[in-house]
């Protein structure tokens, strides 16, 4: 199994990225997928979550209104757009895959499986 995260770069504050998470070796359908990232000197933390039907929606407060996630099934795919970015943004971000079945939830923690990761740098 591998998770693929892609759509890292350099961006201006007010910025807007969009990160892309393609999932090989399962079917993300029964998955609740997940959006993390790691700050230099800081703990991993949950940025977005999506349950397996894609009805629930989590958000950190700190991304809340700025950052939208959403999943493809047919492509296999979590994405996360970024919009209003700002320095504090800057990360390494993490895509992250929990199986749930018909389970409708959004996990903040605890995951099966994870991708690489993709940074995210915020400058002027």
């Known amino acids: 199994v591998q998770l693929q995260a892609s759509g890292g770069g350099s961006v201006l504050p007010g910025g807007s990225l969009r990160l892309s998470c393609a999932v090989v070796?399962?079917?993300?359908?029964?998955?609740?997928l997940g959006w993390f990232r790691q700050a230099p000197g800081k703990e991993r933390e949950f940025v977005a979550g999506?349950?397996?039907?894609?009805?629930?929606?989590d958000y950190a407060d700190s991304v809340q209104g700025r950052f939208l996630i959403s999943r493809d099934n047919a492509k296999n795919t979590v994405l996360l757009q970024l919009n209003s970015l700002k320095p504090e943004d800057t990360a390494v971000y993490y895509c992250?895959?929990?199986?749930?079945?018909?389970?409708?939830?959004?996990?903040?923690?605890?995951?099966?499986?994870w991708g690489q990761g993709t940074l995210v740098t915020v400058s002027s």
């Open positions: 992250a895959a929990l199986y749930a079945r018909y389970n409708e939830f959004v996990s903040k923690t605890d995951y099966d499986y």
């Open positions: 070796g399962l079917p993300i359908r029964h998955y609740a």
């Open positions: 999506i349950s397996w039907s894609g009805l629930s929606l």
